[in-house]
């Protein structure tokens, strides 16, 4: 079955970094773009970034463009976040997705606290 587990998540002072890592099994991963999504309580989850199958191409919300970074392993079968320039409005749990089959896949998230 697909699993994706999230990691990597703390707590941080505004302009640190994180780095976000996403193991996934349970389908030809090298064969799906992937996603990160984040989510603040009462709010809906909000895509932050996309990878392409080979990386080659990627896509950023407005919000996070020039400050995340995303990555992706195809023989480790991960998928990496960075996070720089932190701040407080990037606090929320941060989920890895796959749509595969027409359903969406996402982890239990990892917790980003960015605070001072």
């Known amino acids: 079955q697909v699993q994706l587990v999230e990691s990597g998540g703390g707590s941080v002072r505004p302009g640190?970094?994180?780095?976000?890592?996403?193991?996934?099994?349970?389908?030809?991963?090298?064969?799906?773009?992937?996603?990160?999504?984040?989510?603040?309580?009462?709010?809906?989850?909000?895509?932050?970034?996309?990878?392409?199958?080979?990386?080659?191409?990627?896509?950023?919300?407005?919000?996070?463009?020039?400050r995340f970074t995303i990555s992706r392993d195809n023989v480790k079968d991960m998928v990496y976040l960075q996070m720089n320039s932190l701040k407080p409005d990037d606090t929320a749990i941060y989920y890895c997705n796959v749509l595969l089959n027409k359903n969406n896949y996402y982890g239990r998230g990892t917790q980003v606290t960015v605070s001072s």
């Open 16 to 66: 640190g970094s994180l780095r976000l890592s996403c193991a996934a099994s349970g389908f030809t991963f090298s064969n799906f773009h992937m996603r990160w999504y984040r989510q603040t309580p009462g709010r809906e989850r909000a895509l932050v970034a996309a990878i392409a199958q080979d990386g080659g191409q990627t896509h950023y919300s407005d919000a996070v463009k020039g």
